[in-house]
């Protein structure tokens, strides 16, 4: 009897969502179904970019732990292994790790390179492409002769000065004042006083001099005035006589000695 009670009432609920179904009119069920629709299509964009960022997400890990360094190639250095050896990037460092920019500072660093510029290859290659500095002159060392560049860095030693001009000062470097006018007169000179040059003498900035073969000497006093000293001394240079002395540091009254 109890069983046949629980059946009846289920029949008995169920009779009850059907009624209360049929009774909602059409129009409310219409109605409510364009709600939902709506509902369904304004949730659609932040699924779709929900989706999106989870995409991304782990497409940027995979990219910055799956892909390891496993080449450094370089670009534009006679000597490749030496800007591998100063660029520091550890064999297996994730690709998207590199800090492209400090990679380049290390090289500049270095002294033979005056630009580096560091770029990704993916999957795997970092690429470094340098710019060398080019020797303008030779500086006097114990023993050797520092190249010396044209913006005042000396960047490697040589056994030999190479056939380079000597520069000789107390401090060179770039941040000397001396050794950056002695290089703005070298830059100045004219092919008949470059190339008996033997030495640029630059006891101060005020106090410059050229010898050049044969034992002549051009007092070239400070760096203005470069074009109206060149033309002077050239001529004087060109001129008969056995002058060995040519004091052009003030190039509207010259003395020859």
Known sequence: MSVLRRSRAWRLVLARRADVRAAVPASVRRFARRARRRRFRSALPWLLASLVLATAGVSAGLLYGAFGVSVVR?????????????AAVRPGTPLARVDTGAVARRVEAAGPFRKATVRRSWPTTLVVHVWPRTAV????????YGLLAGDGVVFAQALTAGGLPLVEVADPGPADETTMDALSVLRSLSPP????????????????????????VVVWGDSTENAAKVRVATM??????????????????VSIR
């Not at 670009?75 to 100063?86: K, M, N």
């Not at 002159?137 to 050797?144: F, K, M, R």
């Not at 470059?194 to 044969?214: C, F, M, T």
């Not at 240079?237 to 190039?251: E, M, N, Y």
């Open 74 to 86: 370089v670009v534009g250095a006679p000597d490749p292994d030496l800007v591998r050896l100063v």
């Open 137 to 144: 002159a030779a500086v006097p060392l114990v023993g050797s």
């Open 193 to 216: 006083l470059r190339e008996p040059l033997l030495r640029v003498i630059a006891d101060a900035p005020a106090r410059i001099r050229l010898e050049l073969s044969g034992g002549r």
């Open 236 to 253: 004087l240079l060109a001129a008969p006589g056995k002058a060995k002395t040519f004091d052009v540091s003030a190039p509207t009254v």
